[in-house]
């Protein structure tokens, strides 16, 4: 059985780190591409971050660039989201998601497998 796993939301102020987890079980990992997506409230889920097979890439929406960063432990199965300098903006149910690279990986389209998500939100 396919599973991710989110872990690490949590209310946290604005300017605070925090970090995301991802557990994956069920299929093999390292052949996947992984993501993480957002969803906030009466928005649609966007893009976040992505990574390549190996864990020597990582994609960026723009509006993380530069704060989040994303990583891949392809023994343990995990994938994480470093998240600093965390804006009021960033309140968001985050996914996590795997593609088998069938598409670009900032497409929603191309993930194969969906966590069931973890809140992160920052009071200002």
């Known amino acids: 059985q396919v599973q991710l796993v989110e872990s690490g939301g949590e209310l946290v102020q604005a300017g605070d780190s925090l970090r995301l987890s991802c557990a994956a079980s069920g299929f093999s990992m390292p052949n996947y591409y992984m993501g993480w997506f957002r969803q906030a409230p009466g928005r649609e889920r966007e893009f976040v971050a992505g990574?390549?097979?190996?864990?020597?890439?990582?994609y960026y929406a723009d509006s993380v660039q530069g704060r989040f960063f994303i990583s891949r432990d392809n023994a343990k199965n995990l994938v994480y989201l470093q998240m600093n300098s965390l804006k009021p903006e960033d309140t968001a149910v985050y996914y996590c998601a795997a593609s088998s690279g069938s598409g670009h990986i900032k497409n929603m389209a191309a993930y194969n497998f969906w966590g069931k998500g973890t809140l992160v939100t920052v009071s200002a």
């Open positions: 990574i390549n097979w190996s864990g020597n890439y990582g």
